[in-house]
């Protein structure tokens, strides 16, 4: 059984800088793909970053730039590295994860899930 343990999210300021982290056990996450999603009250779970087995990483246009997605293999842990934050960045953020190389857009495409960080960004 795979579990996601997220942390490192709070309150931060307008302009404020958090990195959230994911760590993954019960089983060595070979040729994974990872990926950070958040839903905000009201709103569908939208993709935020992914990355594949290869550490090719893809963004969502309103984070690009802002948010660097990232892994570290010898302890099983997926960050976001989330700067420059904005209110509409609000919201719980998830870590998923499936054993491909390949990372997925939809939500659908993850079997393993965290169980969320919120993130609040004051203005």
């Known amino acids: 059984q795979v579990q996601l343990v997220e942390s490192g999210g709070g309150l931060v300021q307008s302009g404020g800088s958090l990195r959230l982290s994911c760590a993954a056990s019960?089983?060595?996450?070979?040729?994974?793909?990872m990926g950070w999603f958040r839903q905000a009250p009201g709103k569908e779970r939208e993709n935020v970053a992914r990355?594949?087995?290869?550490?090719?990483?893809y963004y969502a246009d309103s984070v690009k730039g802002r948010f660097t997605i990232s892994t570290e293999n010898a302890r099983n842990t997926v960050y976001l590295q989330m700067n420059n934050l904005k209110p509409e960045d609000t919201a719980i953020y998830y870590c998923a994860g499936r054993t491909t190389c390949e990372s997925a857009f939809s939500d659908s495409g993850y079997p393993y899930w965290g169980q969320g960080t919120q993130v609040t960004v004051s203005s």
């Open positions: 019960g089983r060595t996450f070979t040729n994974y793909a």
């Open positions: 990355i594949n087995c290869r550490s090719t990483a």
